[in-house]
């Protein structure tokens, strides 16, 4: 490698790294703690986490069936299913919110039907996990395709072949050779939803207890309403670690890792 290189790459290094050190070093450690179990800061954490929870098990029941039919299609089709589950990774989350609102909202298609059954989802806790769902099915659904590929066929084919059902091949034998795939994109698809901000804000709002996330606290209390910005910057260093957390039970998920 030329050695020229390793200036842009110290600089893109840095880039990533100074802007994380300089949230570390704002923490005011002697109040940290207080910060973060402030009732406001608590509301929007374990509400952060309850939708979160529910939005990957939503992801879960919805992107493994999904994962499946991309990995097992035929070579055109794969490709088109993926383009459209990689949409909402490149879509502005803000038009992600527009477009459910478009489909829930009072004059939504769905959700004009929904309101002649007196339901509305628009600016609910239904609405963050809907939200939250629609930018981190992907991690899933894409991880695990993934997975899926890459074991192939011989193994469900063999068990086939001595007599196995189809439910009990997926059971012992397609979905634990495709484990560590499945595993990475649920701590990814939850690490997403926690952080999922745009979306939820124009689709569920951000109403303290109801709709306001650890991400839109923070938000608020940077823009001078809500939490303080002792907590916004707590609140802040508990999603990095919780990043953090994520990216290494990733890693030691990897096949490669196990070796």
Not at 70 to 75: D, K, L, N, Q
Not at 229 to 241: C, D, K, M, W, Y
């Amino acid at each position: 490698m030329p050695r020229i290189l390793a200036l842009p790459a110290i600089v893109g290094l840095a880039l990533l790294t100074l802007p994380l050190i300089a949230l570390v070093l704002r923490v005011d450690w002697s109040t940290v703690w207080t910060d973060v179990t402030a009732p406001e800061a608590l509301s929007a954490l374990w509400l952060s986490l309850a939708t979160g929870l529910t939005a990957t098990a939503v992801c879960v029941v919805l992107g493994v069936p999904l994962a499946l039919v991309i990995a097992r299609s035929g070579a055109r089709t794969a490709a088109v299913l993926r383009a459209v589950v990689t949409v909402p990774l490149v879509l502005p989350p803000m038009v992600g919110g527009v477009a459910m609102l478009f489909l829930f909202g009072r004059t939504g298609w769905l959700g004009e039907a929904l309101a002649e059954w007196g339901i509305r989802i628009p600016f609910t806790t239904t609405a963050v996990v809907i939200a939250q769902t629609f930018v981190a099915l992907p991690f899933l659904v894409l991880a695990l395709e993934g997975s899926l590929r890459s074991t192939g066929t011989g193994y469900e084919q063999t068990a086939a072949a001595l007599g196995a059902g189809r439910w009990r091949i997926l059971g012992t034998v397609t979905l634990p050779l495709a484990m560590p795939g499945l595993v990475a994109g649920v701590v990814l698809c939850f690490a997403r939803a926690i952080g999922e901000f745009g979306a939820t804000a124009l689709f569920a709002g951000n109403a303290p207890g109801v709709t306001q996330t650890m991400p839109l606290a923070i938000y608020t209390a940077f823009n001078g309403a809500g939490v303080g910005q002792g907590t916004a910057v707590a609140l802040s260093l508990l999603l990095l670690v919780t990043a953090i957390a994520v990216l290494l039970l990733v890693r030691a998920w990897r096949p490669e890792a196990q070796r």
